[in-house]
């Protein structure tokens, strides 16, 4: 399969369509820092299971281990940046643009990115 081939199957699938939307409505919206509000820690924690598509997507379809680590690095630095105490975690939740760095690092290899021989 070439690769505008192999871009386009990956752009026209479920995964790739729930990314961006879950990406559109977290960053647009600003409901990761909304998220964020909730205490414990638990809207923190729920957006992070919403950045595990962008790591299944990136470990699963592209079957790239450095942009997974990359993503994973994203998702824990948000979750982590979140907990900081006394509303500081929020302030930086809201002003920082890690989901977007995601998103755009797991479409921008994704035509870079060699197939895999596994099946």
Known sequence: MSSPERKGQLMNSKLYQSMKYITT????YYLDGVAGLVP???GDAVTAFFGLTHVYFA????HSIPLTLAVLNNTLRDV???LIPFYVGNVIDFSTVLTRRTWRSSTDSSTTTKPSSRK
Do not use: S
């Open 25 to 28: 409505y977290l960053d647009k």
């Open 40 to 42: 414990g820690g638990v």
């Open 59 to 62: 470990m699963f379809k592209l």
């Open 80 to 82: 982590l940046l979140g």
